[in-house]
Structure formats: structure tokens, C-alpha cells
């Protein structure tokens, strides 16, 4: 029979095979750094290590330590890169910038180079695991200059394993050199530290994160809004790593929602609450307004902000304005409506009532943080804040009770009138006017203060400036400030300056006593019976009534 034949036509040949597609890499792995350059927030250690290498004055030892995501996998990969880089033509020698195209370069980028050895001391922590490490560390490199062995999370090795690694540690092979990293130091044997090099890799700031994530963005031809990326910046707390990951899912959200990163996705996704809410809030807790405080928490709670994202936010606020009050320069990003209400706050707030909100909004944190009912708790912490703003610091509370004056009465809290609804009362513009406001709403304490501290420089509507040639108590701008707004239904905004205002109502006062003293001491009378008798004199009790006499009159 003869052989067959393929019918026309037919091709029986291989069928075609699917192109393979390039596996997508995590941005934290596809930007990982490859040289010292890109290395970002390590300028000082890139400095030592680069002046160590040029001076040939290299450890046997290295120990990197920091929190998660700073660098400390790439930098040891990078030593290892720097100290066996031979160059592009095969003759270079240790270098800070190795060159990252000739073998070595690329063998220890990719993972694959026979003498730089990395290991997990997570899942190697027994001495058996050391004792093959001290066995390959006594052969020396087989084709680089130097073998290396980086043992990353070295804290988790036990302490046999420790014990056994101490004398190769301290005098390896020539040749050798090895490269620890943890992100728990204080877990490390001293005896392990006494023999390493140690460089504690720093916290990336927030600034250089945004930055980088901002040439991330536009290196994968991705849309994003700078508040976005600062957003994310300070999510990650330092860590490059974090960030990026928070980044990825960033760009995977965005690619749903039109193709842009913008901050109120971020803010949905990290379950952050917005800052505009969170300024709405503080103003709230800062007039007192306890129903609107609670109101604006049930709104966030609603969104799907967690309590301790409420809290965590009010904490940043009171940061913040603290920061503005010492004069620091603004926040990078930060928007104008933002920045005038952390100036308004640090003006009327004083460092005494701004720790004391730190402390209060911190221990509520704590609170929520351990709560059966996370948002019940975090309506009490804003209600113990409320309340709590209506007091005096303890210091003019115990100056208060020393000196037997009356005790506080807090005025009842009442929300702000809406928009278009008059004021409760009519806005003073004066000291004394003021006082009398505060004495008709039952506020005697806060009222007494003014009479005795408040030197004014002028008033127009509701800006009230006054003098701070001479120091004033703690918290009075504070709670002067909370108790016209509780008042009046408008926010006041009170501030100082070191120029000399009027007297205050009690020298003024005691102005007007001595004036009148002196004038009932002039009279023919009065003068004659002095000198008639030198060791006489008039009863301040009797020019008090005098006084109170011809002020009836006058009435």
C-alpha cells in the first residue's frame, strides 16, 4: 500500500501557541532601587559606605536595621553589587556606583550569582542552619571578589544559632563578608552588634515618598492628584514599600473610576476620613457645640470611617495647629482653607489648652482602640472634650480654689444658629461689655479673669485684640473665644500683640479709687483733721462706701 498522503489543503504542522505576555510586577518590585543613586531618605549611610569603599576601609560585618519597606534587602543586595562590580570592560574595581551591566551586576540583580548567598533567618533559625553557613563561609569566592551572605531578619535566629555564628562572624575567611538585616535590633545579641557595622536606615519622609510616587506615576503613564499622592505618602508611614503597594491598589481603583488617582478615592480606600470634615469637626469641639460634634461623627461613622480614623484625624489636627502656632512653615500641598483655620486655632489656642486636647483626643483613642462599642466610646471622648473646654487648666483651677473665688460655671451648650438666623446677643465692643455678656450667661469665673488679666488694644465686630506686654492665663483667648461663639452664634477671632493696650477694668478701677481718695483727702475738711492730727488716717472701708455712695447717685 502506498504511503498517505495529506489531503490539499491541510497543514498538519505544530498549531500556532498563544504569545506569552510579560507576568505583571508589583510596583514595589519593578521599582526596587538598582544603584545608590535611587536608594531615597539614606543620604548619610550612602555617604559612609561610599567614603568606606574609596578608602578601602571595608567592614568584614554589616547589620542594617529599620522599620519595614526602607531599604534594607536593597541596600545589602547594592553592597554586594558595589563591592563585586568589575566595570563594563571587566577591570573596574569596588565602586559606590556600580555599574549594573557586567556579570556580577546582573547575576546579583537577578538573584542567581553562586557567591552572594541570601537566606531568611525566619525559616532558617536553628544552628544546624548555621553550621552549613560557617562550613561554605571557610571556601573563598569562586568567580566574584567577594562572597557574601546576607541573612535577612536575623533577630529570629536562636540563640545557639547566635552562639554559633559568633566567631565566623568576627573573623571570617578572607574575602568573606557578611550582611545581617532586622527590623528588630533590640532582639540581636550585643555580642552580634560588638562585631558588625551597624547603619540604622531612617523613616523615608513624607515629602520624598509623594515625590517619588509622583515619577512612579508618570513612569507608568498614570494620572494622579498630588493630594492623592501625599495621602498615600503619610498612609505608609515611612515605608517605601507601603507606599508603593498602597499605590498599586491606588492605580488598580482608579483604572474603574475614569483613570485618575485622585485624594477621594485614596481616602475611601484607606477608610481615612476627609479633612474638611475633620476641621468641620474640631470647630464644633471647640465651641462646645456637643450635639453638632456627635452629629458630625455619625456622618463620618456612616461614610464608613472607622472611630479611631475620626480620632486619629482630630490628633493631626491638633498637630498641626500646634506646629502653626510655633511658626513652622506650611505643609507641602496644603490647601488655603486649611492653613487659615490651623492659624485661627493656633492664634486663639494656647500651648497649655492645645496639650490638653492632645491628651484628651489620645487617652479617647486608647479607649476606642480596646472598646466593646467602638463608636459609643468615641461619642464619650468627644463629649469628655466638649465638657472638658469649658474648665480652666488645673493650674488656674487650683489658683482659683487657693484664692476662694467662685467655682466655674459652665454656660449650657447650644448648637449655632443656622445661616440667616440672628445672633443671641448683640456683638460687644467693649472689655466691659464683654464682661457683662459673660456675667448675664452665668460664665463669673471666665468674667473675673477678663476683669483682672484683659488689656485691650481694639475691637471691631468680632476681632478682638489684646495685649501681651504682660503675660495673660492659660487658655483665657481659648475659652474667651468658645464662650462668645456659645454666646453670640458667630466665631470670634481673638488674637494678641506686644504693644501696650488699655488698662484692664480692675486698674482702671483702682485708677478711679485712688482718684477719688485722693480728691476726699483734699477736701478742707479732711486736710485740716490730718494735719491736725499726723497719726490719723481715713478707713478704706469708709472711701469703699464713699464710693459705692456716689456711684448710687450717679446711677
Not at 555617604?47 to 522599620?67: E, P, Y
Not at 488617582?261 to 471647640?286: E, H, K, P, T
Not at 458630625?296 to 456612616?302: E, G, V
Not at 478682638?464 to 466665631?491: F, N, Y
Request: hydrophobic fraction near 45%; glycine fraction near 8%; charged fraction near 20%.
Amino acid at each position: 500500500m502506498s504511503d498517505s498522503i495529506d489531503p490539499p489543503g491541510f497543514d498538519l504542522a505544530a498549531p500556532p501557541q498563544p504569545v506569552a505576555k510579560d507576568a505583571y510586577r508589583v510596583l514595589a518590585r519593578k521599582y526596587r532601587p538598582q544603584t545608590f543613586a535611587e536608594l531615597i531618605g539614606q543620604d548619610a549611610m550612602v555617604t559612609t559606605l561610599g567614603n568606606a569603599i574609596r578608602r578601602q576601609r571595608l567592614a568584614h560585618a554589616f547589620l542594617l536595621t529599620g522599620v519595614r519597606g526602607v531599604g534594607k534587602t536593597s541596600t545589602a543586595r547594592l553592597l554586594a553589587k558595589a563591592l563585586n562590580c568589575i566595570g563594563p570592560d571587566g577591570t573596574g574595581g569596588p565602586t559606590i556606583d556600580p555599574c549594573g551591566v557586567c556579570e556580577p551586576c546582573v547575576g546579583i540583580a537577578e538573584g542567581r550569582h553562586i557567591d552572594v548567598i541570601e537566606m531568611d533567618a525566619a525559616s532558617h533559625t536553628g544552628v544546624d542552619d548555621m553550621r552549613a553557613v560557617i562550613d561554605a563561609s571557610r571556601m573563598t569566592a569562586f568567580v566574584a571578589r567577594y562572597k557574601i551572605y546576607i541573612i535577612d531578619e536575623v533577630h529570629m535566629l536562636s540563640k545557639n544559632a547566635f552562639n554559633a555564628l559568633l566567631k565566623t562572624l568576627e573573623e571570617p575567611a578572607e574575602g568573606v563578608k557578611f550582611v545581617l538585616a532586622t527590623t528588630e535590633v533590640n532582639k540581636v545579641p550585643v555580642t552580634v552588634l560588638s562585631r558588625c557595622q551597624r547603619f540604622d536606615l531612617r523613616r523615608i519622609p513624607a515629602e520624598k515618598l509623594a515625590d517619588h510616587f509622583a515619577r512612579v506615576v508618570e513612569a507608568e503613564g498614570v494620572s494622579a492628584e498630588p493630594e492623592a499622592l501625599g495621602l498615600i505618602a503619610r498612609a505608609a508611614e515611612g515605608s517605601a514599600r507601603d507606599g508603593l503597594s498602597i499605590l498599586d491598589q491606588a492605580i488598580a481603583h482608579a483604572d474603574m473610576e475614569g483613570g485618575q488617582v485622585n485624594a477621594a478615592a485614596v481616602r475611601d480606600m484607606l477608610g481615612l476620613s476627609d479633612r474638611g470634615a475633620i476641621r468641620d469637626m474640631m470647630a464644633l469641639l471647640l465651641a462646645g457645640d456637643a450635639l453638632g460634634a456627635l452629629a458630625a461623627l455619625r456622618r463620618q461613622y456612616d461614610l464608613g470611617v472607622d472611630p479611631l480614623g475620626v480620632l486619629r484625624g482630630l490628633l493631626e489636627t491638633v498637630h498641626a495647629t500646634t506646629l502653626v502656632k510655633l511658626g513652622a512653615a506650611a505643609e507641602a500641598g496644603q490647601a488655603t482653607e486649611e492653613r487659615t483655620a490651623l492659624e485661627e486655632w493656633g492664634a486663639s489656642l494656647s500651648f497649655a489648652a492645645l496639650h490638653r486636647l492632645w491628651q484628651l483626643l489620645l487617652k479617647g483613642h486608647e479607649e476606642v482602640g480596646r472598646a466593646a462599642l467602638p463608636i459609643e466610646a468615641c461619642e464619650m471622648a468627644l463629649l469628655r472634650l466638649v465638657h472638658a473646654s469649658t474648665l480652666p487648666d488645673p493650674g488656674e483651677l487650683a489658683r482659683m480654689i487657693q484664692n476662694g473665688a467662685p467655682p466655674v460655671v459652665a454656660a449650657p451648650i447650644a448648637p449655632a444658629p443656622a445661616p440667616g438666623e440672628p445672633v443671641a446677643a448683640a456683638m460687644p465692643q467693649s472689655i466691659e461689655a464683654i464682661v457683662t455678656l459673660l456675667e448675664s450667661a452665668g460664665q463669673l469665673a471666665l468674667a473675673s479673669r477678663l476683669v483682672h488679666h484683659a488689656s485691650m488694644i481694639s475691637i471691631v465686630d468680632v476681632e478682638l485684640v489684646l495685649s501681651s506686654s504682660r503675660p495673660l492665663p492659660s487658655d483665657l483667648i481659648g475659652e474667651l473665644g468658645a464662650s462668645l461663639k456659645q454666646i453670640t452664634g458667630r466665631m470670634w477671632r481673638i488674637t494678641t500683640a506686644p504693644t501696650v493696650g488699655a488698662p484692664t477694668i480692675r486698674e482702671a478701677e483702682a485708677a478711679r479709687r485712688e482718684a477719688f481718695k485722693a480728691e476726699i483727702l483734699a477736701t478742707p475738711v479732711i486736710a485740716a483733721a490730718l494735719e491736725a492730727f499726723p497719726d490719723a488716717s481715713l478707713p478704706e472701708t469708709e472711701i469703699d462706701r464713699l464710693l459705692a455712695a456716689q456711684r448710687s447717685m450717679s446711677a
